[in-house]
């Protein structure tokens, strides 16, 4: 069972509509979570990080966190094409400095 | 930008020859990772470092080695090169304070290695 999952996508959406990203994750220990935006060709960029269950805002991005349900997922409002891209989720191995990467969802926004 | 750099950012190598690639940061964190990402994989742990001479495995080590003499270079080597380790590689730093509360990476641009 893969430790952090993602569904590939790709997840298209028309310009303006709010993009939904969801990952589930496996180890309940797990503290830390992390939105990546990665263009083709390009490497990872952070969005955002959570730490806490509930919401976490900034600007047109919204990370959920859900530790009972262990889950996390990202919400883009007002997509827009540029916001096209691979999105990674990647989450803390506890007792470690190391983390775990999903696969990544593609997003598509359609102008 | 966090300041990471990778070199080289192309490379092309034959099958058997040993091969070096260099992280080298300027932000003076403590922890450095090496990943490769390939299609249907994402991005998968090869080795990491959390201090300068003390490194450890990740998931996929076998067949690379590291070294970390300073502060702000990781080197990742591929012993003899296969073309199973033709991918995108890439450097990443933090400065992750606790065990088991991540901090931030920040990711270098990457390195392409094709094995023939």
């Known amino acids: ?111 | 930008d966090a300041g990471i750099t990778q070199s080289p950012r192309h490379k092309v190598t034959e099958t058997g020859t040993p091969v070096t690639l260099r992280c080298h940061q300027t932000e003076n964190h403590r922890y450095m990772y090496w990943y490769r990402q390939d299609p249907g994989h994402g991005l998968r742990l090869i080795h990491y470092s959390y201090g300068v001479k003390d490194t450890d495995k990740g998931e996929v080590s076998d067949g690379y080695s590291v070294s970390r003499s300073k502060t702000e270079d990781f080197l990742l080597t591929l012993e003899s090169a296969t073309s199973s380790q033709t991918s995108v590689y890439f450097c990443a730093i933090s400065d992750s304070g606790l065990a088991g509360v991540g901090e931030t990476q920040y990711f270098g641009p990457g390195t392409r290695l094709l094995v023939l």
Do not use: H
Not at chain 1, 28 to 47: A, C, D, N, T, V
Not at chain 1, 93 to 101: A, C, L, S, V
């Open chain 1, 1 to 111: 069972q893969k430790e952090v999952e993602q569904n590939s996508g790709p997840l298209s959406v028309p310009e303006g509509a709010i993009a939904s990203l969801n990952c589930t994750y496996s180890d309940r220990g797990s503290q830390s979570f992390f939105w990546y935006r990665q263009y083709s060709g390009k490497s990872p960029e952070l969005i955002m990080f959570i730490y806490s269950n509930g919401d976490k805002e900034d600007g047109r991005f919204t990370a959920q966190l859900n530790k009972a349900s262990q889950y996390v997922s990202l919400l883009i409002r007002d997509s827009q094409p540029s916001d096209s891209a691979t999105y990674l989720c990647a989450v803390n191995q506890p007792g470690t400095y190391k983390y775990i990467f999903g696969t990544g969802t593609r997003l598509k926004v359609l102008a």
